[in-house]
């Protein structure tokens, strides 16, 4: 708990509305579809850092933060070490984004679930909190990095001002979560967020990162220790400045943010948690609807990788340029439809074996799938649609026009699902015992007094 002196009570500035529901939720009463809802995000976003940790990123962060000094405050996921919280969520957060796995908000161009859910595990982890606390804080954090995301333009703050709002929503979402469950007062969040702004940062030359290791600094790791450490330092007697998103010189501000506080004004009716997307393919989101077709299509008859003279997939123009022929396994358009028709199916391990890009069979297939971008589909809601026409050499054909993706919020994913994803994610690391014990503690999250049996749970043995 925070130790610092003062006026405990902030004024009616906007700073001062969103510290207040910082402090409120823990008296908020969450609906049922909302914390079932965090339960889903929580575990998949766990899947993401288990499997992460296998990955490029997650390995280079994990090496650091087992090589780092200071009190054992909470712990590295797949590894026997504590570590301070803020690196524990560094490495963590790290893991979740070491590829395309990880959760995603449309509307606001942000991915929470990997800054948020790992900060907030540290956190909860640090200050001996429950797991209803843990579900509030990562529910908090959602609307706040979301919210934040919209409020700076989304796909404009990127377009036009060259910043990345995966960053600057993390940051203030982690925060957000953190600062609950360090349980600042009212002024201690609003110093907490004062931090965080402080700590925003993010351009778009991320999106040029061949290694995936930047762009999980960027989305993911810097935001989660960030966040985390805004909260650390009220929690530790730092003060801030009362009102950093109002007044002369405030956040919004200096990003141009036009109208920020019309985001904010559902706050607390409107969860959104139950507006992000979860992934029902480990790979990037352009690509999702197109999966889903050919899951159809495969489904209905299985589909001749032989026969095939042509693939035709039509996407929206944005999401085309993002996953056209990438150097990635996971990112790549054309590969991962050529995989899937020729396996049958597609997982965690398929989609990201680089050496499978070189399979004989996969790279012919490759070189017929042709992608185009539509804009049509650009302007279509729900947005990423995608439509798949498999022309055989016969002359016949089979289409099939995605247009709400499974796992999006028009087309939600069961947790029956989002336990099979995950099973497909952690088996690999994790035995079949540890793997049941993290789903199993997850699914009861609400509750547990701590989050002990989930963190045993992910500790390696």
Partial sequence: MSKTSGDTRTGDTGTARLA?????????????????????????????????????????????????????????????????????????????HAD????????????????????????????????????????????????????????RFLTEKCFDPHAFGGTIGAGAASAFLAGLGEREAAWALSYAVQQTSGVGTVFRDRDHVEKAFVFAGKPARDGLTSALLVSRGFT?????????????????????????????????????????WSVGSPIQAALDSVDVLHAETAIDAGAIDRIEVRLPVEGARVVDNRNMPSVNLQHLVALMIVDGHLGFQSSHDQDRMRD???????????????????????????????????????????????????????WEEVVTKARDLMRPTLDQAQTEAVIAAVGDLENAASIDNLVEGLTLR
């Fill in 100 to 155: 395309e796995t990880d959760d995603a908000h449309p509307t606001s161009i942000t991915h929470p679930g990997c800054a948020v859910v790992p900060a907030a595990l540290a956190a909860c982890e640090l200050f001996g909190r429950s797991g209803m606390d843990l579900i509030r804080a990562v529910t908090l954090g959602y609307d706040f990095c979301a919210r934040t995301g919209q409020a700076l333009g989304a796909g």
């Fill in 240 to 280: 801030a400045v009362d009102d950093a998103f109002d007044g002369e010189w405030n956040f919004w501000t200096a990003f141009g943010a036009p109208e920020p506080w019309t985001h904010f004004d559902t706050l607390g009716r409107v969860h959104e948690i139950e507006h992000t997307n979860i992934k029902r």
């Fill in 360 to 414: 004989p069979r996969v790279a012919a297939l490759r070189e017929r799938v042709l992608l185009v971008p539509d804009e049509e589909l650009s302007k279509a809601e729900p947005s990423r649609q995608a439509i798949v026409t498999i022309t055989y050499r016969d002359g016949s054909s089979r289409r099939h026009h995605t247009t709400a993706v499974r796992g999006t919020t028009d087309n939600p994913m069961s």
């Fill in 20 to 96: 207040r529901y910082i402090v409120d939720m823990n008296q908020a009463a969450l609906p049922r579809s909302t914390v079932e809802r965090a339960k889903l995000h929580i575990l998949d976003t766990l899947g993401a850092v288990v499997s992460g940790y296998a990955l490029k990123a997650g390995q280079l962060a994990r090496r650091l933060a087992e090589s780092e000094m200071g009190p054992p405050e909470a712990s590295l996921a797949i590894s026997d070490h504590r570590v301070p919280a803020a690196m524990a969520a560094f490495a963590n957060a790290m893991a979740a």
